[in-house]
């Protein structure tokens, strides 16, 4: 039996008035899947305070590695990478929760199908170009510990990406019949969120504002990365809203009451 919260419920009901379904009641799978994307609350929430206790550990010690000249933006990768890693294991073990409680799963779309070309072209730049600019601030600027600091943070940010993104890809969407299975793919497309590669390129901007140690001559570069990072990242998340902005027709809860005249 498929249990849910009347924050779900409203939630739910929210999300689905925006796309074109208002309804009074939920069905609780349609609730229960829109509150997946509630990780945080409730029962969960230790686990939350769990990967940010470690991640806090481990960029303390990654700081120790460096010393004086490395990035200053170790701190903010590290709280990056548990936001990233809770939400996404919130949403593993809610999903896995209705899996049980669901006879049939609908097995995962193709990547292709979840990926658009924005959220691949985010991913070359942010991950490919952050390395190709570290690796040419290595051997062309006397910045060489800021680089390697900063390359081994991408590096850790890729793997972050990459199993949020393996996990997301590879789970069954939990459905049973249109409705849900719409409402499955339309929240799966939310959920990439965990996954995005703006996280890796977001917190240089910290670095740029202070002054860091970064070399003068490739704060263009820098700052044209960002851009460029970010705006494929927001269109990415455009596009990807717009496909999913309304619902196929499907019963996805109660009728909604009709409100009285006033």
């Given at each position: 039996?498929?249990?849910?919260?009347?924050?779900?419920?409203d939630?739910?009901?929210?999300?689905?008035?925006?796309?074109?379904?208002?309804?009074?009641?939920?069905?609780?799978?349609?609730?229960?899947?829109?509150?997946?994307?509630?990780?945080?609350?409730?029962?969960?929430?230790?686990?939350?305070?769990?990967?940010?206790?470690?991640?806090?550990?481990?960029?303390?010690?990654?700081?120790?590695?460096?010393?004086?000249?490395?990035?200053?933006?170790?701190?903010?990768?590290?709280?990056?990478?548990?936001?990233?890693?809770?939400?996404?294991?919130?949403?593993?073990?809610?999903?896995?929760?209705?899996?049980?409680?669901?006879?049939?799963?609908?097995?995962?779309?193709?990547w292709?199908?979840?990926?658009?070309?924005?959220?691949?072209?985010?991913?070359?730049?942010?991950?490919?170009?952050?390395?190709?600019?570290?690796v040419?601030?290595?051997?062309?600027?006397?910045?060489?510990?800021?680089?390697?600091?900063?390359?081994?943070?991408?590096?850790?940010?890729?793997?972050?990406?990459?199993?949020?993104?393996?996990g997301?890809?590879r789970?069954p969407?939990?459905?049973?019949?249109?409705?849900?299975?719409?409402?499955?793919?339309?929240?799966?497309?939310?959920?990439?969120?965990?996954?995005?590669?703006?996280?890796?390129?977001?917190?240089?901007?910290?670095?740029?504002?202070?002054?860091?140690?970064?070399?003068?001559?490739?704060?263009?570069?820098?700052?044209?990365?960002?851009?460029?990072?970010?705006?494929?990242?927001?269109?990415?998340c455009?596009?990807?809203?717009?496909?999913?902005?309304t619902?196929p027709?499907?019963?996805?809860?109660?009728?909604?009451?009709?409100?009285p005249?006033?």
């Amino acid at each position: 039996m498929i249990m849910v919260t009347a924050r779900e419920q409203d939630a739910a009901r929210l999300w689905l008035a925006k796309r074109g379904h208002p309804v009074g009641r939920p069905t609780p799978l349609v609730t229960a899947l829109v509150g997946t994307r509630l990780p945080f609350r409730g029962r969960r929430s230790w686990r939350f305070i769990v990967y940010a206790v470690v991640a806090v550990a481990a960029g303390g010690l990654y700081s120790l590695s460096f010393g004086r000249w490395m990035t200053e933006t170790s701190a903010v990768y590290f709280a990056y990478f548990a936001v990233g890693l809770s939400f996404a294991d919130g949403i593993r073990l809610r999903e896995r929760e209705l899996r049980e409680d669901v006879p049939s799963a609908h097995a995962p779309d193709p990547w292709r199908r979840v990926l658009s070309g924005w959220y691949l072209a985010s991913l070359v730049v942010a991950f490919g170009g952050g390395v190709a600019l570290a690796v040419t601030m290595y051997f062309t600027t006397g910045a060489r510990t800021y680089a390697v600091s900063w390359l081994g943070l991408l590096v850790l940010s890729a793997l972050v990406t990459g199993w949020v993104l393996a996990g997301l890809l590879r789970r069954p969407l939990a459905a049973e019949d249109a409705a849900s299975l719409a409402v499955a793919r339309a929240v799966r497309a939310e959920q990439l969120v965990a996954g995005t590669p703006v996280l890796a390129v977001f917190p240089l901007v910290t670095d740029l504002l202070l002054a860091n140690h970064q070399p003068p001559a490739l704060t263009p570069w820098l700052v044209g990365y960002i851009v460029a990072a970010v705006v494929l990242q927001v269109v990415s998340c455009f596009m990807n809203l717009r496909r999913h902005r309304t619902l196929p027709p499907g019963h996805y809860g109660t009728p909604a009451l009709a409100q009285p005249d006033r």
